[in-house]
Nanobody, 125 residues
Framework: QVQLVESGGGLVQPGGSLRLSCAAS????????IGWFRQAPGKEREKVGCSASSTGSTYYADSVKGRATISRDSAKNTVYLEMNSLKPEDTAVYYCAADPDPMACWRRPTHFDSWGQGTQVTVSS
């Protein structure tokens, strides 16, 4: 099973940018579906975006489309989520998740096998 560790969260001002990292270990995730999710207090977990393998397509939620980019570094076995024009409503704990089936990107979050511990992102002035 793959282990995932997120990093890069913190306090960001509205309009700012950040890059979250999801470092994988235990197996190469080149052909895994890697999803980014977030959960704000009192709200359900939301899928922010998903990369269906290193050569597959990428999905973004409407709430972040045009502001978010998912990329991969195969050499580092790491997947990134870059977001710009951040808004207070982007405040949440952000998680990455992995599944050996890239089609997991189009299924419920529960289909993902492995999850990271999450990293807090707070957008506030």
């Amino acid at each position: 099973q793959v282990q995932l560790v997120e990093s890069g969260g913190g306090l960001v001002q509205p309009g700012g940018s950040l890059r979250l990292s999801c470092a994988a270990s235990g197996v190469s995730v080149d052909y895994y579906g890697i999803g980014w999710f977030r959960q704000a207090p009192g709200k359900e977990r939301e899928k922010v975006g998903c990369s269906a393998s290193s050569t597959g397509s990428t999905y973004y939620a409407d709430s972040v489309k045009g502001r978010a980019t998912i990329s991969r570094d195969s050499a580092k076995n790491t997947v990134y989520l870059e977001m710009n024009s951040l808004k207070p409503e982007d405040t949440a704990v952000y998680y990455c998740a992995a599944d050996p089936d890239p089609m997991a990107c189009w299924r419920r979050p529960t289909h993902f096998d492995s999850w990271g511990q999450g990293t807090q992102v707070t957008v506030s002035s």
